[in-house]
């Protein structure tokens, strides 16, 4: 099995900065895409951000050109990076990765426990 362990979530102002991390760990024999999803009471989750093995990014349009996605493949962990952040951007953020692992061989996905970000205005 695959373990995800999130941190880096908290209380900003507006146009403030934080920083997300996320780790996977377990017995696993490859991640594969890596993503942060974000949930706000009431709302269907939704993809904020991305990033492949070979780092390629998507981004949701909403965060475009203020949250950065990246990866580590030798340490199993994706970071997200909030600049410019509105209170738009409050919610619970998930990482999301699918990924291979000895008990598991074919490809599945997993879920951290989420943190929560809120900002205020």
């Known amino acids: 099995q695959v373990q995800l362990v999130e941190s880096g979530g908290g209380l900003v102002q507006a146009g403030g900065s934080l920083r997300l991390s996320c780790a996977a760990s377990g017995r696993i024999l490859r991640v594969n895409a890596m993503n942060w999803y974000r949930q706000v009471p009431g709302k269907q989750r939704e993809l904020v951000a991305g990033?492949?093995?070979?780092?390629?990014?998507n981004y949701a349009d909403s965060v475009k050109g203020r949250f950065t996605i990246s990866r580590d493949n030798t340490k199993n962990t994706v970071d997200l990076q909030m600049n410019s952040l509105k209170p738009e951007d409050t919610a619970v953020y998930y990482c999301?990765?699918?990924?291979?692992?000895?008990?598991?061989?074919?490809?599945?996905?997993?879920w951290g426990q989420g943190t929560q970000v809120t900002v205020s205005s």
């Open positions: 990033i492949t093995r070979t780092f390629s990014t």
């Open positions: 999301n990765v699918f990924a291979t692992s000895w008990m598991a061989p074919s490809e599945r996905d997993y």
